[in-house]
């Protein structure tokens, strides 16, 4: 009786195809939300370590232009008032508002500073925002994915016990493709959940700290218009 209970066991189709087929329709929904999850988080992975890469080339490019000592009104007449790079649409944003900020004469309206930094602090608020566009869902994938996947495994652990009680066998061949489609769910859980929490870690911080550097750029220039406000 072992011997033939082993060997049907043995026919049994364990690979994750063949766990999915046999799972019941609220198992197989809770398996496709995880992999939607799963493969929606790795999409949102790739496009923002390309876009923060390029965000701080583009910076990177940027400080070498804005710091060779060029005119201020030169360079921003070369990038014009819509730039590509972040860094440089923080820039024209300040040079957008000193130029609005001088009246026919050639003097300064009151408050010029104040509304400068105003500017620039609203475009590295965009800038900020679209840089972090995103990982909340990565935060959402990673916090709720194990608790979905529990779910489904729960529910099939729950319908391996029904099928146990209506054929009133507890062998191997009843027990086990049960239990094994319902611990799917949870590694397609754990799948899906653990990449997005380490990613949401390593992006928002790298989010951080490139929006420092907009901040601190903003700073200098900043303090560059101050000294030709002073003088």
Known sequence: MEAETLALAQEIDFSMWGLFARATLTVKLVMLSLIVASVWAWAII??????????????????????????????FDEIGPEPKGRAARIFAAGMIEWQRSHRDDGGLIPGAQSRIDRSMDVAILKESEALQKGLPVLATVGSTAPFIGLFGTVFGIMHSFIEIAEQQNTSLVVVAPGIAEALLATGLGLLAAIPAVIFYNKLSADSDRIVAGYESFADEFSTILSRQLDA
Request: no cysteine.
């Open 46 to 75: 790739f496009d923002k370590l390309i876009a923060y890469r390029r965000a701080r080339s583009e910076a990177k490019t940027f400080d070498g232009r804005f710091w060779t000592g060029e005119p201020l009104d030169e360079l």
